[in-house]
């Protein structure tokens, strides 16, 4: 069973099992691949020289969505143009995040060891697998995670709900324990 991330001299250390390393790594992975938009480059060679997408459509998943939120619900125009100038960069920066953290799984054994910045991708690694497992889950408020043990108990055990209410608890742990690993350093 994982072990809580904890505060060493040498950065911040955590114990996952095989299997633990397993899910979490594919969890990584998945949420990488939603994040790549498949697009190679733009038609204006100016826009992506300088990093800006002229597809500034929201993205029609969910999951997605809340991921790469609009700026602004009330203006259409106002959220395009934000995406317009920031999308690709929020894209790239969670991708990186992923990358680093699927890196440290690639490289550790049963225990990650992680320095400051590693642990920093980690947190945005985790929220934002938890961030798709919510949107998966229907969880939009703190109230909905509360109750999704009571749903969970009165689904069929065959529910997939079930398990990925199980997976959304232990990157929640996962996520608690890092912060708290990474407070202790203040």
């Known amino acids: 069973m994982a ?32 994040l790549d938009d498949g697009r190679t480059a ?25 991921l790469l939120p609009d700026a602004s619900r009330e203006d259409a125009e106002q959220a395009a143009e934000f995406r317009r100038y920031t999308e690709r960069g929020l894209r790239a920066r969670k991708q990186e995040a992923l990358r680093t953290a699927r890196g440290t799984l690639e490289r550790s054994g049963r225990t990650l060891r992680l320095s400051d910045a ?31 043990p009571a749903v969970v108990a009165d689904a069929d055990p065959d529910d997939p709900r079930v398990w990925l209410a199980a997976v959304y608890d232990f990157l929640t742990w996962m996520q608690e324990t890092l912060v708290g690993a990474l407070s202790d350093g203040e």
């Open 3 to 34: 072990g809580r991330f904890r505060r060493t001299r040498h950065g911040v250390e955590g114990r996952l099992e095989r299997a633990e390393r397993d899910l979490v790594g594919r969890l990584l992975d998945d949420v990488h691949d939603m």
């Open 118 to 148: 590693e642990a920093a991708a980690w947190l945005t690694a985790l929220t934002d697998v938890r961030l798709v497992l919510a949107e998966r889950l229907g969880l939009r408020t703190d109230e909905d995670a509360a109750r999704l």
């Open 42 to 66: 733009d038609d204006d060679p100016l826009a992506e020289l300088v990093g800006i997408s002229e597809d500034a459509t929201p993205p029609a998943d969910p999951a997605l969505r809340r």
